[in-house]
């Protein structure tokens, strides 16, 4: 793992105050994490979310995303993301509209030109990409913000510099799967490098009551020979997130050779050992079942031949309770024990 995307949709900085200097404090952080991933040789990616709003036509909103650019560029960025997802479809000023011939992909592709433009002549080795509005053809993308323009794609592979890779999160929000077709055809919409921006082991949101602890599975092995770059979207509980990320560097690391269930193993057994091993099978079962479960707040009804396994689990959770992965997976060990019949 090389590269780390900082775009958390609730730091005011990134999203609602995009353009705004972080203030002294929260510098002084962000300052540090940069130097953490440089030291130990990550490429930081910043990730502006300037989409809510935002005036294309403007002058100040792209001089303010350089200046601040420009900022972070000295503490050590050299990959800038600009992240249009997750905004309405259209245009919402009429001099956009007029602009762009009401094309919202146009939009954000010359919007990135422009960027490119203003950035300091010396940047000679300074990375831009982009997440359009369109990251899917998932149909719960224009369901929740709107239906899209046809063509979309391709309009922004025509107007987008040919130097800015471009994110996608494959045929769905959260893929079950993504074939070497599938990317076959986004890149030949797009005519541009694609980034998979894979939401997988991600639970936020709608999916703040699952817990994914098992291996990354259906990603065509070919994908990393068609594609430039592969991220994960991690849990929200962080150290939890090591489990199933280690499969997922397995896999981008060795695609022909991955094996999802010994990759998973060979990740427990290095993080908490060979006794651990079935406690970890039992916790991941459980959280498989509460995943495919309607509501995930309810108990579950387990099998009888389970339950002695996941009781050692409970066991095997309690003992380790001042560890931080163990913390994290309190509000999931509530509800295994209520589905055991235990309390609390």
């Known amino acids: 793992m090389n590269t780390y995307l900082y775009a958390p949709k609730d730091d005011p900085y990134h999203r609602e105050r995009w353009d705004q200097p972080y203030p002294d404090a929260q ?20 990730g502006f979310h300037p989409g809510k709003r935002l005036h294309f036509t403007a002058a100040e909103p792209v001089q303010r995303l350089v200046e601040k650019a420009g900022l972070l560029h000295g503490a050590g960025v050299r990959t800038f993301a600009v992240l249009f997802d997750d905004i309405p479809s259209a ?14 992909a146009r939009a954000e592709a010359e919007w990135l030109g422009r960027i490119l433009e203003r950035q300091p002549a010396g940047w000679k080795d300074v990375e831009w990409w982009i997440c359009p509005s369109y990251y899917t053809m998932d149909p719960l993308l224009p369901k929740m913000f709107g239906p899209f323009e046809p063509g979309f794609l391709e309009t922004l592979g025509t107007f987008l510099p040919e130097a800015v890779a471009c994110l996608w999160t494959g045929p769905s929000v959260v893929s079950k799967t993504i074939s070497l077709a599938h990317v076959r055809k986004v890149t030949r919409a797009l005519n541009h490098r694609l980034i998979l921006w894979d939401n997988y082991p991600v639970n936020d949101l709608s999916m703040a009551g699952e817990m994914h602890l098992g291996p990354v599975t259906g990603r065509d092995p070919r994908l990393p020979e068609h594609v ?18 280690a499969t997922c560097l397995d896999y981008a690391a060795r695609p022909a050779a991955y094996d999802p269930e010994g990759s998973w193993k060979r990740a427990v057994l290095e993080f908490f050992g060979k006794t651990a091993l079935p406690h970890w099978r039992a916790l991941r079962e459980f959280c498989e079942r509460l995943n495919a479960s309607k509501d995930k707040r309810r108990p579950l009804r387990l099998p009888p031949a389970k339950k002695a396994g996941i009781e050692r689990a409970r066991r095997y959770l309690r003992s380790h309770g001042n560890e931080t992965w163990s913390r994290e997976f309190r509000p999931w060990l509530d509800l295994l024990e209520a589905s055991l019949g235990a309390g609390h």
């Not at 440089?38 to 990616?45: L, N, T």
């Not at 245009?91 to 919202?104: K, M, N, T």
Request: charged share 25%; aromatic share 16%.
């Open 27 to 46: 510098w002084r952080d962000m300052r540090e994490l940069i130097y953490r991933a440089r030291r130990h040789g990550i490429d930081f990616v910043y």
């Open 228 to 245: 430039y770059g592969y991220l994960n979207n991690p849990l929200l509980q962080a150290s939890l997130s090591l489990l199933p990320l």
């Open 91 to 104: 245009l919402e000023f009429p001099d956009d509209r007029e602009r762009f011939q009401g094309s919202l």
